[in-house]
């Protein structure tokens, strides 16, 4: 299996339960890996053969950007669902961490985040 990684993507969205979140909003950092076959990509050297990772950083922006949602977990699933329908014949599988660098929440931490893996991940 072959893997896509784009790392740190960095969004502001509308994300959270609490009034502060959806008010303000607040950053929020994915890193994704796809599960694909890039032989033939790697062979021809040719974007059409592969999953392309400007379209996917711009799948995540409206994600993130978009519809606001009280969950990071809903937010990880809905990418994982919006690049595996975008790629259904290429993507094998997807591994989403949606990271909340600064939560309203007391305490000290770096940050809080949910992963999620859909579909096969060797």
């Known amino acids: 299996m ?6 740190d993507m960095e969004f ?5 339960v609490l ?4 008010k303000l909003g607040q ?16 062979k021809t050297d ?5 999953v392309s990772y400007a379209e996917v ?5 409206e994600v993130v950007e978009g519809k606001p949602y009280k969950l990071i977990e ?3 699933e809905k990418i994982a669902t919006v690049v595996s329908e975008t790629y259904p014949s290429a993507v094998k599988g997807v591994r989403v961490e949606i990271i909340k660098p600064d939560p309203p ?3 000290h931490y770096r940050e809080v985040s949910v992963e999620i893996t859909r579909g096969v991940f060797a």
């Open 27 to 42: 950053r929020f950092r994915v890193t994704l890996s796809i599960a694909t076959d890039l032989e033939h990509a790697g």
């Open 12 to 16: 502001y969205g509308y994300h959270g």
């Open 46 to 50: 040719e974007l059409t053969n592969t």
């Open 19 to 22: 009034l502060e979140e959806t």
């Open 57 to 61: 950083y711009e799948l995540c922006k």
């Open 2 to 7: 072959d893997y896509i990684h784009i790392k």
């Open 74 to 76: 809903a937010v990880a």
């Open 105 to 107: 929440i007391p305490g």
